[in-house]
Every structure is written in structure tokens, then in C-alpha cells.
């Protein structure tokens, strides 16, 4: 088993796409020695409200922002499927693909992690993937008590544990948390003020092209 790479999986809503997703991303394609990491963003969330932009639009900013780094992979499988966006439906789709034997990793936040027991089909996914999770540096918290006692037998310390077999455990990875939020560049556009720096200047070059994320203009009526 030690031959094969593990492929890591990051959804999300990416709306829009910025340098805190792709610097970790990174990081974790080094760390872990990954064969490439598949961005997927969702098609209607399951966990918040629908985004202001189409998933079209937001596929076409993580296609753009992912362009050019070797193992970066844009990966469109959940706009092709009708209805909520579940990552159980995703994982079992990407295992089919890949094969039995291909590690796989899904990577979450530490925030994502702590809501894991709210997922759908929480349960079943350590049956197609391994899980890893970001760590802030120096910040631990206490898990709930039905999602402590599901995944303590499944820990593993070792990032060579990942390609041993294909799925089933569970590792927490340090990474640099950019303090970046997506919330935050959206407000910064309706406001009219810049993002600048916190995301690819080609994202935000197609997002003023686009005309993304501003203040709803005001009818006439409103302004007599």
C-alpha cells in the first residue's frame, strides 16, 4: 500500500475562492504528500444558505485560481448532481473513480470537524475516506461526546498511516491558518472597498469583470 498517494478532497461553498483555502490546500499537498487535491464546491449547501452567486460562477473562480499549481484539481461532480450537496454522495462518486485502493483524504477545518456529527450520513464516512483535520496551532477544544467516542479508535499520529490503507482514520495536521474569510471578502465588495491581497488577483480580476458580489442596485422608484 505504500505506493499509493492519497488524493485529498476540499468542498466547500467557495464563495468566493481566497488564499486562505489555497494556502492550506498546499501546505497539506506537501505535508501529507498527497497525488493532488480536488477543490469541489458545492451546488446548494447543506449547511447555510443559498450563495449569491451561481455554483457556475463559483466553479469557474476556484478553475481560475487553481489554474497552474501542479495538484490542484477543480472538480465539478457536485453541480452534476441534483438537489443538496452531501459529501457521502461525493466520497462514494470519487471512490468508483478511483478504485478501491486509492487513499482518500477529506480535509476539514477544526470548526467543520466539530459539527461533523450533524452531517448527513456522518457515519459512513470513514468508510470511503480518511479524515483530516486543520489545526490552529495551540488551540484544542473539547469534542462533543458522540463525535469523541466515534472517531478515538480511529486516530492515527502518522502521516504515512494515511497510505496504508484507504480510508478510516483520523488526522490531525497542523497547518497556517490564514485568518481570511470568504463573509468578510463579500462584505468588503458590497461595500465597495477591496479585497485585495486576500485572494488571486486573477479571481478578483473575473470578479469585477462579472460584476459579482455587489450591492443590489436600488430601482428608481426607491431613490424619488
Known sequence: ?????????????????????????????????????????????????????????????????????????????????????????????????????????????TDAFR??????????????????VMQRPGVLQPLPPVLEKFITPQVIFDVLALRRKPAGGVLFQPVTQLNISATHIRALLAQGQSPRYLLPEVVLTSIHDQRLYRPAPIPDSATR
Open 115 to 132: 459539527e461533523l456529527h450533524t452531517w448527513h450520513r456522518w457515519q459512513e464516512l470513514t468508510h470511503w475516506t480518511h479524515i483530516v
Open 1 to 109: 500500500m505504500s505506493g499509493h498517494h492519497p488524493i485529498g478532497i476540499l468542498g466547500g461553498t467557495f464563495d468566493p475562492i481566497h488564499y486562505g483555502h489555497l494556502r492550506t490546500a498546499l501546505e497539506l499537498l506537501e505535508a501529507l504528500e498527497l497525488a493532488e487535491v480536488r477543490f469541489i464546491p458545492c451546488r446548494i449547501p447543506a449547511h447555510r444558505g443559498l450563495p449569491m452567486v451561481t455554483a457556475e460562477q463559483r466553479l469557474a473562480l476556484v478553475r481560475l485560481a487553481t489554474d497552474g499549481q501542479p495538484g490542484f484539481v477543480a472538480d465539478d461532480r457536485e453541480l452534476c448532481r441534483d438537489g443538496t450537496s452531501y459529501m457521502v454522495d461525493t466520497l462514494a462518486s470519487l471512490r468508483a473513480e478511483v478504485g478501491p485502493e486509492t487513499p482518500l483524504c477529506l480535509i476539514v477545518g
